[in-house]
């Protein structure tokens, strides 16, 4: 088991520029979730899927796209990207039940400049 | 060593002595509990957890402390290694449903 896989690891976006990070797992769990880290702060977050086909915003979804085609994958699509969108992106996922919380993934640290 | 708060405390101790964890959870109808360790560049990993039934519950070097009546969580490590160097954050859940709420967190450092 790989757990939850994230890629890319760093990326460097332009202002206005486009893209999706990638998230799979491959644990066959219901739920996966979207976090966004900011320095000093809680995790925020920004969408989660209880199942493929459906969506639905968090706290701080503005900004942001997601889309949940397969069990195994919930990419993140950031559009025109701005400076407020850097931060450390974190994937999650978990089953229906709330045991345990969720399988982290090691996170994509996203700066736009 | 002890912390309070959830503004990103940082919390030194020596190798070999305890530890304790603070963590003020907002919602009085929360009623179970985790906390994380996230490492340098990981993702948070499962630590323990507990149920709002409980007071107290011990792991592995771990024990967490739930006092309802003033919201408060506690995490105590007994002989803090230098491994367990890391932000620990508490979340909490309400109910059946699956989404969990994250404290800032505490920068734990361990001195050899």
């Known amino acids: 088991n790989a757990g939850v896989t994230q890629t890319p690891k760093f990326r460097i976006l332009k202002i206005g520029q486009s893209m999706t990070l990638q998230c799979t797992q491959d644990m066959n769990h219901n739920y996966m979730y979207w976090y966004r880290q900011d320095p000093g702060m809680g995790l925020k977050l920004i969408y989660y899927s209880v199942g493929a086909g459906i969506t639905d915003k968090g706290e701080v979804p503005n900004g942001y796209n997601v889309s949940r085609s397969t069990t195994e994958d919930f990419p993140l699509r950031l559009e025109l990207a701005a400076p407020s969108q850097t931060s450390v992106y974190f994937c999650?996922?978990?089953?229906?039940?709330?045991?345990?919380?969720?399988?982290f993934g090691s996170g994509t640290r996203l700066t736009v400049v | 060593g002890e912390s309070v708060g959830l503004h990103l405390p940082t919390l030194s101790v020596q190798e070999g002595d305890n530890s304790i964890i603070n963590c003020a959870y907002s919602?009085?109808?929360?009623?179970?509990f985790i906390w994380y360790k996230q490492e340098s560049g990981k993702g948070p990993q499962f630590i323990i957890d507990i149920r709002s039934n409980m007071d107290k519950r011990q792991g592995q070097r771990v024990t967490v402390l739930l006092n309802k009546t003033v919201k408060h969580l506690s995490l105590q490590i007994a002989a803090t290694q230098p491994g367990d160097s890391a932000v620990y954050f508490c979340a909490e859940n309400i109910g059946a449903g699956n989404q969990f709420y994250f404290g800032t967190g505490t920068s734990l450092t361990v001195i050899p």
């Open positions: 999650a996922s978990s089953f229906e039940d709330r045991n345990y919380g969720y399988t």
């Open positions: 919602n009085s109808a929360s009623d179970y």
